[in-house]
């Protein structure tokens, strides 16, 4: 068992034969929309002191969140858990572009379509799949397997508290800074596109596949290889 197919059965294994599960994956598309789905992320950490769930291009045209359960918990309960975060903070969504706990969803990384394959991506990153949310090449399994490896399963207490502040009228806002998954680099909303995609292509310790979109990304800013 290599490094990722060890984190991936750590926290999303297949559900048990009782139909208990511990994985929850909540999926927007049509058009993929990492800023609407950012909310969720983010939510979830800042207002329900939750663990940072796996980000992940479909392969398709959407982004998914992987959720990790500590202990399973009856499937419809997990349906109702990701239902109250859509009303939360995809309430402006159209339903039809939500799915909760998809049949679909297969564990990334998996070649969707030639050329196309899910995958595992970091938060300072997933913008950058905004209009294709998949990558072309497949991604690097050690990185896949390091990006999950800084993730955290929702305990059972926290589970817990979590549900009872969904059902409350309002969720209880923190007056923390969302928390950023661990090891990961925080967003920054005003940096411009430019310097970004810089720090992403010559950033040695990020996946060679996504240094490389980035620098497809940057070609409109150039000519004949010099800055425009």
């Avoid at 909310?39 to 998914?64: F, K, N």
């Avoid at 896949?144 to 955290?152: A, I, K, N, Y």
């Avoid at 680099?185 to 010559?202: E, V, Y």
């Avoid at 070609?219 to 800055?227: A, S, V």
Wanted: hydrophobic letters at 45%.
């Amino acid at each position: 068992m290599n490094r990722l197919e060890s984190e991936l059965n750590r926290l999303f294994p297949p559900a048990a034969d009782d139909g208990r599960v511990r994985t929850m994956v909540l999926e927007l598309e049509r058009p993929a929309n990492w800023d609407a789905l950012r909310r969720v992320w983010q939510g979830v950490q800042a207002d329900l002191e939750l663990p940072a769930p796996a980000i992940a291009v479909s392969g398709v045209d959407g982004y998914q969140l992987w959720f990790s359960l500590a202990e399973a918990v009856p499937a419809t309960q997990a349906d109702d858990f990701l239902g109250s975060l859509c009303r939360r903070y995809l309430a402006e969504v159209r339903p039809d572009r939500i799915a909760i706990n998809p049949a679909h969803a297969v564990t990334p990384p998996v070649e969707t379509a030639p050329g196309r394959w899910s995958a595992f991506v970091t938060p300072d990153l997933a913008a950058l799949f905004a209009e294709e949310s998949f990558l072309d090449l497949p991604p690097g399994l050690d990185a896949q397997g390091e990006l999950l490896s800084r993730l955290e399963s929702i305990k059972p207490a926290d589970w817990a508290r979590a549900r009872e502040r969904l059902q409350a009228p309002t969720v209880e806002r923190s007056s923390a800074a969302p928390r950023a998954a661990p090891g990961s680099r925080p967003a920054d909303d005003t940096q411009p596109p430019k310097t970004f995609l810089l720090q992403i292509m010559n950033d040695s310790s990020i996946d060679l596949h996504l240094r490389i979109e980035a620098a497809k990304a940057l070609l409109p800013y150039f000519e004949d290889g010099r800055p425009l």
